[in-house]
């Protein structure tokens, strides 16, 4: 059984940073796809960045510029380097693994950013 287990969530200020994980365990065969989503009250989940084993990274408009995302494939491990939060950052955000045969989802990591 696959599970995705995010850390680094919290509170933060407006213009603080924030590093978030994503450790993908169990048998996974030929991971195409590692991204990050989020979902603010209210609101749909959306994408905030993916890193693909092909064609590279892909960001929302709204995050580039302040967002790195990246992949240490030996680990099966995906990362977001949030730097210059804003509040309208403030959301659950979700990892998500895409391999050849399923799509996974981790369970959710807060994140707050205060005005």
């Known amino acids: 059984q696959v599970q995705l287990v995010e850390s680094g969530g919290g509170l933060v200020q407006t213009g603080g940073s924030l590093r978030l994980s994503c450790a993908a365990s169990g048998r996974i065969f030929g991971v195409n796809t590692m991204a990050w989503y989020r979902q603010a009250p209210g609101k749909q989940r959306e994408l905030v960045a993916a890193v693909h084993s092909v064609v590279g990274t892909n960001y929302a408009d709204s995050v580039k510029g302040r967002f790195t995302i990246s992949r240490d494939n030996a680990k099966n491990t995906v990362y977001l380097q949030m730097n210059n939060l804003k509040p309208e950052d403030t959301a659950v955000y979700y990892c998500?693994?895409?391999?050849?045969?399923?799509?996974?989802w981790g369970q959710g990591t807060q994140v707050t950013v205060s005005s």
């Open positions: 998500k693994l895409a391999s050849m045969s399923s799509i996974y």
